[in-house]
T-cell receptor
Framework: DGGITQSPKYLFRKEGQNVTLSCEQN?????MYWYRQDPGQGLRLIYY???????QKGDIAEGYSVSREKKESFPLTVTSAQKNPTAFYLC???????????????FGSGTQLSVL | DQQVKQNSPSLSVQEGRISILNCDYT??????FLWYKKYPAEGPTFLIS?????DKNEDGRFTVFLNKSAKHLSLHIVPSQPGDSAVYFC??????????FGAGTTVTVRA
């Protein structure tokens, strides 16, 4: 089955700790994205990657880091610099980053991150 | 500042009736609009889209209308079914090919 897998479903972070959220896709998509969802707000773009070994900051990149060493994988690290990390995190992919009229984002099922 | 707004956080409709979800945007450079549907504990899934050169797109029970002059789009679901109960996100693509999302509207279809 082709799709996007995010793990874990639930994650708890202690003060001052870095945590990494996993995102793997077997859709052979070039572009991958990380979004954050907070109650009452739309999905906000954290980072995106158009191709392996390349990534760009989204609208709310501060306190986060990513890597794209493999096409299939786009892990997100929430660093201790992110002062309000509690949110629902969604990973997505698309065939390419231009989202032409016949393309769309495919999302994973998300990770809920909470601070202890 | 949110460029895509869904001002109704929730909508309750009787089974068989029409559901109308609204979405407003501020960026006149948006050229492509999408609706996503999300069930609890799942990621959003694509539902329907419309290009800015059109004013209507229909797919089965789902129709999206675009009014560019008013910077407004709407999603109509006719007839509404219990399986339509979900959160619906409106999204718009800018000229950098990035999507901006609304906050979502939770639809509850009553039997």
């Amino acid at each position: 089955d082709g799709g996007i897998t995010q793990s874990p479903k639930y994650l708890f972070r202690k003060e001052g700790q870095n945590v990494t959220l996993s995102c793997e896709q077997n859709l052979n998509h070039d572009a991958m994205y990380w979004y954050r969802q907070d109650p009452g707000q739309g999905l906000r773009l954290i980072y995106y990657s158009q191709i392996v070994n390349d990534f760009q900051k989204g609208d709310i990149a501060e306190g986060y880091s990513v890597s794209r060493e493999k096409k299939e994988s786009f892990p997100l690290t929430v660093t201790s610099a992110q002062k309000n990390p509690t949110a629902f995190y969604l990973c997505a992919s698309s065939i390419d980053s231009q989202l032409t009229t016949n393309e769309k984002l495919f999302f994973g099922s998300g990770t809920q991150l909470s601070v202890l | 500042d949110q460029q895509v707004k869904q001002n109704s956080p929730s909508l309750s409709v009787q089974e068989g009736r029409i559901s109308i979800l609204n979405c407003d945007y501020t960026n006149s450079m948006f050229d492509y609009f999408l609706w996503y549907k999300k069930y609890p504990a799942e990621g959003p899934t694509f539902l329907i889209s419309i290009s800015s050169i059109k004013d209507k797109n229909e797919d089965g029970r789902f129709t999206v209308f675009l009014n560019k002059s008013a910077k407004h789009l709407s999603l109509h679901i006719v007839p509404s079914q219990p399986g339509d109960s979900a959160v619906y996100f409106c999204a718009a693509r800018d000229n950098d090919y990035k999507l901006s999302f609304g906050a979502g509207t939770t639809v509850t279809v009553r039997a």
